[in-house]
């Protein structure tokens, strides 16, 4: 009852509710990530075993031999095919890209269809697929086509019925999130779309199931018969390696929220340390009074171990809330319902709570008990304890917090030297900044001259206080930099006559009638390029499975199946660097030629058709994929592909007055597949802005852990300022003076911190320029204006709010205190 009555009269000071909120924000944040990435891993783990569809799967660019099928049935198995492929659908009044896959009636041999016969509905399982002459197409997709159940959608030349919404097909569930809308038809209608033409980009699978004998023997056989590009994959399989993507997803929203963590815990080492020095002579006098060691360390530990769990259970509430809101934020991204969110990931945040008790609050408070009974005849005099012991509890225990969050030991020690190296650069700034406020202030007699004073009066305090104050503001101009700027700016680097359409799967015969109605409609377009498919399988005469074992490390070039072309003079955006582009040798994109380590007169062996040619690289080009026209990692010579049958992809431009008239027209090349890059990257858009509104969420967080720690480094000096205070009234200072101090040292502290924050923010987004969305690198004049003005402004306020008190002291507590 004694502790629940000192416990109840603590929270009337500001102290320990300080140490709640701080409490509070660090377990929502934990918890309100943990809670949502655990439902992401969640809807991966339900939908893995309808990842494939089957026991297991083959998944190839070639079609499925028949010898495979005869096999698998023999041996008992059932089987399945189906082919993937993107190409237009028409309905209504439009036209849209899509993604297709032509199955077979059996399928999916394991798992099941959602769909629906209303429009964004939650969905009905069904085994049965698609009836030959029907098509079960998304929701989204029936929206962009303006299409209701019973109406027709035409894929290539064959017209198909809607006749059931589709909310999810096992080929989907790969993705939590996807772009290009999708449709499912029958495998028996595929031969009448006629959209399948040599060269197109289809992905065949072989899907099969039976009992795990039959399975086993028969994935032996099949192993041998593969090719070393292709294997058999498993449900199993695929999920574990998407949830650890979602893993990594997690570690690194966890670590971004770690900022706020720490911050809510030097908030709270800062509360606990005025706690400890308001009550030194309370525990001196229970010791005077016979109360034991043991006695106070009960007594402390019941207030901790309160304070802990109202804070675990208000944050974990609050948490609950955040991740609700993330989710529903995200929604539209979605191609699947959440499920609901497993309350053991609470643990999480309960972690996060013990850990910074134990590392911010529990070395200060020991302090209490150390407290000699002599402290009652001397108020002043020391207690014995190392500020450094202090610092290295709270420095292990934000390591210690960053191990949990990643699961690792790699990322947490790079944060650490890099926050290490910011820290020591903000103090290094600050330490001078403060120094020079000091000449200024020097036999202060005015209100700005004290402010200033008291900058370097504090240092450690305000330096401390700078550190964090630039990290928010960096954070906060960084994120509005990406949001905003980055991306207005990528856009007005793009000229207005940049392609904005590609055309593929064209054939020879189709360029004539093609280019004459550009032409005619003044439509801009770029040239025709030839593509054959082929495969990188050897770099100078080296295998590439024994050059990237595991497929480590694996260059893009090599690990898939490439466009080729062959050209006699170099398209716009491209430039040779190296050696000469003469259409005999073979011609590499500079970045291709890096990543794969190789240089002029190294050779690599592709494979095309069956076939293996081996060709020196003679030229390395520059490539400007900004530019939306056709590019090629690979430039072959005209006498190695011509033998092929080929398909054209070219680029066009076109506006609003033209796109209308050329969609009708297009209608007539129904095995034209078109890519409308404007309406991507309207989309792609979306999604940053979406994301970005999540991540402002942790942003807020760690906003409202920098303002309680501001507030709580002002209330662990309070005493100090009513010191001073009391003395400036004393000295005939008036309020006037003292709340003009008060804002000149808030507010410089701010104006600092919004400076170097700037800096921080524009050398970050110099460098998402450069190296993230490789563009020409502009400055960001706007955020040295918004940086500085909201840091002097946030932190006056919240400055002075907290220090509130100083305006009211009387001069006669400084008599009081002699």
């Avoid at 006098?285 to 530990?301: N, Y």
């Avoid at 404007?678 to 989309?683: A, D, H, P, T």
């Avoid at 921080?760 to 987004?765: D, V």
């Avoid at 563009?775 to 932190?795: C, D, F, K, N, T």
Wanted: glycine share 8%.
């Amino acid at each position: 009852m004694f502790a629940w009555r000192l416990l109840l009269r603590e929270f009337k000071t500001g102290d320990v509710l300080t140490l709640l909120v701080a409490l509070v924000l660090s377990v929502a944040t934990v918890t309100g990530i943990g809670l949502f990435v655990d439902r992401l891993q969640q809807s991966f783990e339900v939908q893995s075993a309808n990842l494939l569809g089957a026991d297991r799967s083959v998944r190839r660019d070639d079609p499925i031999p028949l010898e495979w099928i005869e096999e698998a049935q023999a041996a008992g198995l059932e089987t399945a095919r189906t082919a993937s492929f993107s190409s237009m659908a028409f309905g209504g009044e439009g036209l849209q890209l899509a993604q297709i896959t032509a199955v077979e009636s059996n399928y999916p041999l394991r798992g099941a269809y959602l769909t629906d016969t209303n429009p964004f509905g939650a969905g009905v399982e069904t085994s049965a697929s698609p009836l030959p002459g029907t098509i079960w197409i998304s929701s989204r997709l029936a929206s962009l086509l303006s299409v209701v159940l019973d109406d027709t959608v035409r894929v290539g030349e064959k017209e198909l019925r809607v006749s059931k919404y589709l909310v999810r097909d096992p080929g989907s569930a790969t993705s939590a999130f996807s772009i290009a809308p999708r449709a499912v038809m029958n495998e028996a209608d595929l031969a009448a779309t006629e959209v399948i033409i040599p060269g197109s980009r289809v992905r065949y699978a072989f899907l099969y199931a039976g009992d795990q004998s039959a399975l086993e023997s028969f994935d032996a056989s099949l192993s041998a018969q593969l090719p070393e590009n292709e294997r058999i994959r498993t449900p199993i399989e695929r999920g574990e390696r998407i949830g650890s993507t979602v893993n990594r997803a997690e570690s690194f929203l966890l670590l971004a929220g770690t900022l706020a963590v720490v911050m809510s815990g030097v908030a709270m080492a800062l509360a606990s340390s005025r706690y400890v020095k308001r009550h030194l002579t309370q525990f001196a006098v229970m010791k005077t009074l016979g109360a034991t060691p043991k006695r106070l360390v009960s007594l402390m530990s019941f207030q901790v171990v309160m304070i802990t769990l109202l804070g675990i259970l208000i944050g974990s509430a609050l948490g609950l809330g955040v991740q609700e809101f993330i989710a529903q934020l995200l929604s539209s991204l979605m191609t699947s319902e959440l499920p609901a969110p497993s309350l053991v990931k609470l643990w999480l945040g309960a972690a996060t709570a013990g850990i910074s008790v134990l590392a911010f609050c529990a070395p200060l408070l020991a302090r209490l008990i150390q407290v000699p009974p002599l402290r009652v005849l001397q108020p002043n005099a020391e207690i014995k304890g190392s500020a450094v012991s202090l610092f290295v509890f709270g420095l292990v225990g934000m390591y210690l917090l960053m191990v949990v969050y990643a699961g690792g030991w790699t990322l947490p020690s790079i944060m650490m030297v890099a926050l290490g190296a910011v820290t020591l650069l903000v103090f290094l700034v600050g330490w001078g900044l403060f120094r020079v406020s000091r000449s200024l202030s020097r036999q202060a007699t005015t209100g700005w001259q004290v402010g200033l004073a008291s900058l370097h009066r504090r240092l450690v305090s305000n330096l401390f206080q700078l550190l964090v104050f630039t990290l928010i503001i960096m954070l906060s101009l960084v994120l509005v930099g990406v949001q905003s700027n980055l991306i207005r700016d990528w856009q007005n680097q793009i000229p207005e006559d940049t392609p904005n359409h590609y055309l593929f799967n064209v054939q020879a015969q189709q360029l004539e009638g093609i280019s004459q109605y550009t032409q005619s409609a003044n439509i801009v377009s770029s040239d025709w390029f030839p593509m054959v498919r082929g495969r990188v399988t050897h770099i100078n005469g080296e295998a590439v499975e024994v050059l990237f074992p595991d497929r480590r490390d694996e260059p893009e070039i090599a690990e898939r199946e490439l466009n080729l072309t062959w050209a006699n003079e170099l398209g716009e955006g491209t430039s040779v660097v190296e050696g000469n582009f003469n259409g005999e040798g073979l011609s590499i994109e500079q970045e291709a030629a890096v990543e794969a380590g190789v240089t002029l007169g190294d050779e690599l062996t592709i494979n095309i058709g069956g076939i293996d040619y081996t060709l020196p690289i003679t030229s390395i080009r520059e490539v400007d994929w900004q530019s939306m026209q056709p590019n090629f990692y690979l430039i072959l010579p005209e006498s190695v592909l011509s033998d092929y049958q080929a398909n054209y992809v070219s680029s066009v431009f076109l506006t609003d007055a033209t796109a209308p008239g050329f969609y009708r027209f297009m209608a007539n090349y129904p095995t034209v597949s078109m890519l409308n890059i404007g309406e991507l990257l309207k989309q792609v858009q979306a999604i940053i802005a979406q994301l970005a509104s999540a991540l402002q969420i942790v942003l807020a967080f760690i906003l409202s852990a920098g303002a309680l720690v501001l507030i709580a480094s002002v209330r662990a000096t309070l005493d100090e300022r009513l010191e001073e205070g009391a003395l400036l009234r004393t000295l005939g200072a008036t309020k006037a003076v003292v709340r003009q101090a008060l804002l000149v040292e808030f507010g410089a502290l701010g104006l600092f911190s919004g400076l170097v924050g700037a800096a921080g923010a524009e050398l970050s987004l110099i460098g998402l320029q450069h190296f993230v969305f490789e563009m020409e690198v502009s400055p960001h004049p706007v955020l040295w204006v918004i940086g500085p003005l909201a840091g002097w402004l946030i932190v006056t306020i919240i400055g002075v709010f907290a220090s509130r008190a100083v305006l009211k002291v009387p001069p006669i507590r400084l008599l009081r205190s002699i």
